[in-house]
């Protein structure tokens, strides 16, 4: 939410709602996401169909979840769209520019994979699509994990950690936290660098007040993570950046 803001005022059920979101995603979410993925890892060579329904999953889960972050705002008279960053409101020349400048790095980033060969990350190898189907899902992952992701995580967390009495750079802290400790499957070292991602995203929320740049950021790092990862000669994937 912006710093202008006045702190939203939730609701005792809102509250509620907020709080089975929130225990989902600190105490469910990292343990089923890491044995999906052992699952994905394991049994993907001989599974045509375990990669959708491992993204298939995991999306409707994530629009589940913003379903219930919407319901919090519409119990709450004193809670406004504007508190979770869901609003126009914005300097759209700003916008374009950071949009622009992100799309042209991260295909700099590509071509410098393709020209040096980088190997990918062993540990997130399966997530990369082999077939026209997977990719279409593959899309569908990273448009849901750019949109839900920062709804919930930067947008619901944050605006309700406010209303609880934190700082508002606290509870973008703890909301960080949070969103690195989700992406647990993905191991320590590829968790540090979701949590530098994940600063990032913040900053650029707390620094807009709207999560429309960081929604647009989100996506295109997921889209390049997935459909743009160079492939070697060997069929294996090359170049990996951390999907959020």
């Known amino acids: ?120 990350s062993p540990t997130l190898d399966p997530m990369l699509p082999r077939t026209t189907r997977e990719r279409w899902c593959a899309v569908g992952a990273s448009v849901t994990a750019g949109v839900c992701e920062e709804i919930i995580f930067r947008g619901l967390l944050i605006a309700v950690g406010v209303s609880l009495g934190l700082p508002l750079y606290v509870a973008a802290g703890a909301a960080l936290v949070v969103f690195t400790l989700a992406h647990l499957y993905q191991g320590a070292k590829d968790m540090l660098l979701v949590g530098l991602l994940g600063c990032a995203l913040t900053y650029l929320y707390l620094s807009t007040g709207s999560l429309i740049v960081p929604i647009l950021v989100h996506v295109l790092v997921d889209l390049r993570a997935l459909l743009l990862t160079p492939r070697p000669a060997t069929g294996r994937s090359g170049q990996f950046t951390p999907a959020a």
């Open 1 to 120: 939410m912006s710093p202008d803001l006045t702190a939203p005022v939730f609701s005792p059920a809102a509250l509620v709602v907020a709080a089975l979101v929130f225990a989902y995603l600190l105490l469910v979410e990292p343990l089923w996401g890491r044995r999906m993925f052992e699952v994905l890892k394991r049994d993907r060579d001989t599974d045509p169909g375990l990669y959708v329904r491992f993204f298939g999953t995991g999306m409707a889960v994530f629009w589940g979840m913003t379903g219930l972050t919407a319901l919090t705002v519409l119990l709450s008279p004193g809670a406004e769209w504007a508190h979770l960053g869901l609003h126009g409101d914005v300097d759209w020349g700003t916008v374009a520019g950071m949009f622009v400048g992100f799309a042209v790095a991260a295909v700099m980033v590509t071509l410098l994979a393709r020209w040096k060969a980088m190997p990918v």
